[in-house]
């Protein structure tokens, strides 16, 4: 599969090239999911599923806008400034700061080390 992306993985989540798009463009201003795939030229189910991610994981905040028509949306814009990722004897945990305040944090004790090595198809020692 080309797309080893897995949403339940923050490295997997931050590492994925179209996740880095949407927050960078969203930093820039606020953008509505069409927006998105318009500038990223990327099918709606692919850009919704990171949007659907993004927003569970507290990473990228939405809210509602609307024209003066009456015509409502969402747009989004990162919920972060800055991430830090911590290594002690128990593994790695990422921790995601907006202003100074922790916005979201996960331990990533699931890439514990392991009697046989990972199946990620690089030689390991």
Do not use: C, K
């Not at 201003?29 to 318009?38: F, H, Y």
């Not at 015509?71 to 790695?92: E, M, S």
Request: proline share 4%; hydrophobic share 30%.
């Amino acid at each position: 599969m080309a797309n080893e992306w897995q949403p339940n993985d923050i490295f997997d989540i931050l590492g994925d090239e179209r996740v880095q798009a949407i927050l960078q463009l969203t930093a820039r201003r606020s953008m509505s999911a069409t927006e998105l795939i318009d500038e990223l030229d990327a099918s709606s189910s692919s850009i919704y599923r990171r949007i659907s991610v993004l927003t569970e994981r507290n990473l990228l905040h939405e809210r509602n806008s609307v024209e003066r028509d009456g015509n409502h949306y969402n747009v989004y814009q990162p919920n972060f400034d800055h991430a830090t990722i911590r290594l002690d004897d128990t593994g790695l945990s990422v921790a995601v700061y907006d202003d100074g305040d922790l916005t979201y944090t996960e331990p990533t004790t699931d890439r514990a080390l392991t009697d046989s090595p990972p199946n990620d198809g690089l030689a390991h020692d």
